[in-house]
C-alpha cells in the first residue's frame, strides 16, 4: 500500500442510474445525508448523500475516470479531490487537474462548468 492517500467524496445523487464508482483500492470513509435545499437548484434533489472515500495517491488517475464515468451530465455535477499538489476536478466525461492556487487553472474549470449547467455558487471547492 502507498504511503501517501487521496481523500474525497462523492454525491451520490449525482452519479447516473446504475453507474458503479468503484476504482481499484477503493475505500469506505463515511456516508452522510444533508438537508441542502437551501443551495440545491431546479433539478437537484433536497437531500445529498455524501459518500467519503479514500485511495492509494499513485491510483488517482484510476479515481478520477472512474469518477468521470459515473457521473450524471445533467445539472453539472462534479466532484474534486487533491492528489499531492494537484487539484482534481471531475465532471462526467471529463478531468481537470491543475497545480494548486493556480488561478488560470481554476478558471479554465470554472468556465467549462458553467458551460455545462453547474450553479454558480456551486463552482467553490477549495484549492
Not at 485511495?55 to 479515481?63: G, H, I, L, N, P
Not at 453539472?76 to 492528489?83: E, Q, S
Not at 488560470?104 to 449547467?117: E, L, M, P
Amino acid at each position: 500500500m502507498s504511503s501517501h492517500v487521496i481523500t474525497g467524496y462523492v454525491i451520490g445523487e449525482s452519479l447516473r442510474p446504475g453507474a458503479r464508482f468503484q476504482p481499484r483500492g477503493l475505500r469506505l470513509r463515511g456516508i452522510r445525508r444533508m438537508d441542502v435545499s437551501a443551495s440545491a437548484t431546479d433539478g437537484q434533489p433536497n437531500l445529498w448523500t455524501f459518500v467519503e472515500w479514500e485511495a492509494d495517491a499513485d491510483d488517482s488517475t484510476a479515481v478520477a475516470d472512474a469518477l468521470a464515468s459515473a457521473l450524471e451530465p445533467e445539472n453539472g455535477w462534479y466532484t474534486d479531490f487533491t492528489a499531492g499538489d494537484e487539484r482534481v476536478v471531475v465532471f462526467a466525461g471529463k478531468v481537470f487537474r491543475y497545480p494548486r492556487g493556480d488561478e488560470a487553472g481554476r478558471a479554465a474549470v470554472i468556465a467549462y462548468g458553467r458551460s455545462v449547467g453547474t450553479p454558480e455558487h456551486q463552482l467553490d471547492w477549495a484549492d
